[in-house]
């Protein structure tokens, strides 16, 4: 099984930024890649930008950015001068390759809240 851990979530102000972590952990896998979406009340979960094994990121919203840190196994969503409608709660995704076979895990989500 494997485990995706979002964190970095808070209260923020307009204009502030945050760094979101998910952390994938579990058994061993050879690759990953993910994917981070966001809900917001009363609407459909909204893919936000995915990055690859290879650490090519795509997709991503323009003051957003999503890097890597394979050695640690976690992923960050960095977001910059945030706005209210940013508010939603945060969720990684990730498809993991273990063993030649193709899995794919939701993280908890974590609440970001910007204020205006």
């Known amino acids: 099984q494997v485990q995706l851990v979002e964190s970095g979530g808070g209260l923020v102000q307009a204009g502030d930024s945050l760094r979101l972590s998910c952390e994938v952990s579990g058994r061993a896998f050879s690759t990953y890649t993910v994917a981070w979406f966001r809900q917001a009340p009363g609407k459909e979960r909204e893919f936000v930008g995915v990055?690859?094994?290879?650490g090519v990121a795509d997709s991503v919203k323009g003051r957003f950015t999503i890097s890597r840190d394979n050695a640690k196994n976690t992923v960050y969503l960095q977001m910059n001068s945030l706005k209210p409608e940013d508010t939603a709660v945060y969720y990684c995704?990730?498809?993991?390759?273990?063993?030649?076979?193709?899995?794919?895990?939701w993280g908890q989500g974590t609440q970001v809240t910007v204020s205006s």
């Open positions: 995704y990730a498809e993991v390759v273990s063993r030649g076979t193709l899995s794919d895990y």
């Open positions: 990055i690859r094994w290879s």
